[in-house]
């Protein structure tokens, strides 16, 4: 079903619908993604990534689970955080994504990562066991919104933190036509150039359309019961970044 689907129908998709598009979306842009990931965001994602795990409050010793890990870049950042006395459990749907983390693991000898095949609206991770979930351009593409914010708060031991980053709309008209027109034509263009999976650019272009924008998206997780939920425009708005709580009661 996912091949035949056209993007704008793929990004309205909802449920296992939306899983198994996601799934094999995925799957076909495992080996470029990184490359068109640095080209598309004029090479800022690192530094957001960075920033992320900045704001996460992640430490030695500590236990992280990133959700939609993909090919493991922030993974990494938090295994180098938490060293050999901590965790990491990467988590996706997508198993070449996670042939290209496990190659990045492995290259690097981090015993204290490893990856796993699953979905970030059902993890059968402990309940109360992480003390930081993360989510980098994941929550988008979740079959359900409010399942996987539940699904981090069971995860979150009390007092722990959840820390996003995605793709957002600017506030001001004029700047978010223009980053309209980037996702919509620029990206597939270089796509396209880049000899990836065009159409597959155009669902992530149509995806953010239909995602709440930074201030509305602090206001649905703070009603699935955080606290202390914060957020920070990047890129003029384009991306934000968004932190929360697990209460301790």
């Known amino acids: 079903m996912s091949t035949t689907l056209d993007a704008r129908t793929g990004a309205r998709l909802a449920g296992e619908q939306k899983e198994r598009y996601v799934r094999s979306m995925f799957d076909r842009i495992a080996a470029p993604y990184d490359r068109l990931n640095s080209r598309i965001s004029f090479g800022?994602?690192?530094r957001w990534r960075k920033l992320l795990v900045e704001r996460s409050g992640a430490a030695s010793g500590k236990q992280v689970v990133d959700l939609g890990t993909g090919t493991g870049e922030l993974a990494?950042?938090?295994a180098h955080i938490v060293g050999t006395e901590g965790r990491v459990t990467g988590v996706d749907l997508s198993a070449n994504m996670l042939e290209q983390a496990e190659q990045k693991r492995a290259a690097e000898g981090l015993v204290q990562?490893?990856?796993?095949?699953g979905n970030a609206c059902a993890t059968e991770l402990p309940s109360a066991s992480a003390?930081?979930?993360a989510m980098g351009w994941c929550l988008r593409n979740c079959s359900d919104l409010q399942a996987a914010l539940h699904e981090v708060l069971r995860i979150l031991k009390p007092g722990g933190t959840f820390v996003c980053l995605d793709m957002s709309r600017p506030s001001f008209a004029p700047v978010r036509g223009l980053f309209f027109?980037?996702?919509?034509?620029?990206m597939p263009?270089?796509?396209?150039?880049?000899g990836a999976d065009r159409e597959a650019y155009r669902y992530l272009a149509c995806s953010t359309d239909h995602f709440p924008d930074r201030k509305a998206l602090e206001h649905v997780v703070r009603t699935v019961?955080?606290?202390?939920v914060e957020s920070w425009p990047l890129m003029m708005g384009a991306v934000a970044l968004h932190r929360a709580t697990k209460r301790t009661h």
Do not use: I, P
């Open 44 to 46: 800022r994602d690192a």
């Open 76 to 78: 990494l950042l938090f």
């Open 113 to 117: 990562l490893e990856f796993r095949l």
């Open 131 to 133: 003390d930081v979930v």
């Open 181 to 186: 027109l980037h996702r919509h034509l620029v």
């Open 189 to 194: 263009l270089q796509a396209r150039l880049s």
């Open 225 to 228: 019961g955080f606290a202390h």
